[in-house]
């Protein structure tokens, strides 16, 4: 079996008569987007990017706690598409998340109709083509999940909301990037940073262009802010940071967390994070935006969007915002271990293994996972985990498992890194249903990782630099570690690793 439309077409039975009669009571909502490719010039270079409704970034879904969301979605790209929900836990129709293996690409020229339920959750996640390397050109957007009325939230109602995406940009297509990727060169440096679709604010007559239209959000004096900030970029870290304004974190991924103060933030690829942001300064002119590149000397130029209060006179003053030091990694860590779960606020849901506390919960697997630098496999530069680099096999694994259909997987990924040579396989984690796993990430290459975890939310007991032991679980928090989808493992001259247990819970129902 192949992902067809006939297959589309056929899975979408099993849907309607999963759905029918358990969720008769949560409220549906319905939305028809298009997604096409647009112009644009973010950078000043006219090139193709892809927008939804005509929108790049593209719309907002903006729900509430168990809505059902039926989403139809028209390709009119010219080669397959796949949008994926991100950060968002299907307990229903969990297949519908929008990855290859699970789900099917929408084909050039059809529509598809997602249809998800947001189950007990809240937070700030976003949306994007997962396959192809299409992330690159755009097709990217916020989701908001609200909590329902009766939910506390632990502040006080924002007096608004701004979504703000923050990535790297390339002025190559996703197409030609895709090759290069795979290609002895690699991906190479990014053209430059965007910030919610837009090149930087001329700041320094060297490295902007004020020939290039910028992003500027609009505040009032004295107000509160949510700002959610999205890294939607595809290889780089970033620093983000409002001049002369605190950052005050109260969400990320959907987890509440302990509220603390921070000046800037390091974004990793893929991460979301929700901070108040109090319009306390005097108005009289504008202020700097900014979102810097990590870790890397490549790149020079910053994303820097304006931050206008209705009072301004005049432009932003005097030089941007300091980053942190070029290539601290130990400040970039200490932050990261800083963020805490607030275990006081609502919206919480027990464990599939029936506690709220995890540190408690029995681990039934462990998983120590190292990622090698990419190297050429079979004709292509891949990079690998535990020695492997995963191939998707021409049968989604959803429906190779639905249908007893042998020979298209192996359930054999190593528990451990192999001492053997890499190769390409279709290698896949045998989970236990209802486990509870600990899986320990370490980084041999010499560039951040990113990991997501698509359709759990894991708690990020530990991290440090140098390899992991068995003593290093004695370090772990097993009280406050903050659940997220999405986390980073750093370098610093030498591997370092993070871990995560999570919830294994019926990706396969
Ligand atoms: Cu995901």
Redesign the pocket.
């Known amino acids: 079996m192949r992902c067809s439309p006939l297959h589309l077409r056929c899975i979408s039975v099993v849907v309607f008569l999963s759905v029918t009669g358990t969720l008769a009571a949560d409220p549906y909502i319905f939305f028809d987007w298009t997604v096409s490719y647009l112009t644009a010039s973010p950078l000043g270079t006219r090139q193709q990017v892809i927008g939804i409704n005509g929108q790049f970034p593209g719309p907002i879904l903006n729900v509430t706690t168990n809505w059902n969301v039926v989403m139809n979605v028209k390709n009119n790209l010219d080669e397959p598409l796949l949008l994926?929900?991100?950060?968002?836990q299907q307990r229903k129709n969990s297949w519908q998340?929008?990855?290859l293996g699970t789900n099917c690409p929408i084909p050039a020229g059809w529509n598809w109709t997602y249809e998800f339920q947001v189950k007990d959750q809240i937070g700030s996640f976003f949306y994007f083509p997962?396959t192809n390397f299409q992330r690159a050109s755009g097709g990217y957007g916020g989701i908001i999940v609200n909590n329902r009325e009766i939910i506390p939230v632990p502040f006080a109602r924002p007096d608004g909301d701004v979504t703000l995406f923050i990535s790297d940009w390339y002025t190559k297509s996703h197409k030609k990037l895709r090759k290069d990727v795979e290609g002895k060169n690699g991906l190479g440096p990014p053209d430059g940073i965007l910030i919610n679709g837009f090149g930087p604010f001329p700041y320094t007559r060297e490295l902007a262009s004020n020939a290039i239209p910028f992003g500027t959000i609009n505040v009032e004096p004295g107000k509160t802010y949510r700002f959610r900030v999205h890294n939607s970029g595809i290889a780089t870290s970033l620093n983000f940071r409002i001049q002369n304004h605190n950052l005050l974190l109260v969400e990320t991924e959907g987890s509440y967390t302990v509220q603390q103060n921070y000046t800037n933030m390091d974004i990793h690829v893929?991460q979301s994070f929700s901070f108040l942001v109090t319009m306390d300064q005097s108005g009289s002119n504008d202020y700097y935006i900014v979102a810097s590149p990590r870790f890397v000397t490549s790149v020079k130029a910053s994303g820097v969007a304006i931050l206008r209060y209705s009072s301004s006179q005049g432009p932003a003053l005097g030089p941007l915002p300091d980053p942190p030091a070029e290539l601290d990694t130990f400040f970039s860590m200490n932050q990261a271990r800083s963020i805490r779960l607030n275990l006081s606020a609502g919206a919480a849901r027990p464990n599939p293994q029936g506690s709220f506390k995890y540190g408690q919960i029995t681990v039934t697997d462990v998983y120590v996972i190292v990622n090698g630098p990419p190297e050429m496999i079979e004709g292509r530069l891949r990079a690998t985990l535990n020695g492997i680099s995963y191939i998707p096999p021409s049968t989604p694994l959803k429906l190779a498992q639905q249908y007893n259909i042998s020979g298209v997987y192996k359930l054999d990924f190593p528990k451990r890194p192999m001492n053997r040579h890499p190769r390409v396989d279709t290698s896949v984690i045998n989970g236990t249903f209802k486990g509870f796993v600990e899986i320990i990430f370490q980084n041999s290459d010499t560039t951040v990782k990113s990991y997501?975890?698509?359709?759990y939310a894991f708690f990020v007991v530990g991290m440090d630099f140098g390899l992991w032991t068995e003593n290093s679980r004695s370090t772990y928090n097993k009280g406050d570690a903050v659940a997220r989808?999405t986390t980073c493992i750093l370098v610093h001259g030498r591997p370092s690793w993070f871990l995560w247990t999570m919830l294994a819970c019926g990706t396969f129902e």
């Open positions: 994926t929900w991100n950060g968002i998340d929008g990855v997962s893929g997501h975890l698509d359709g989808s």
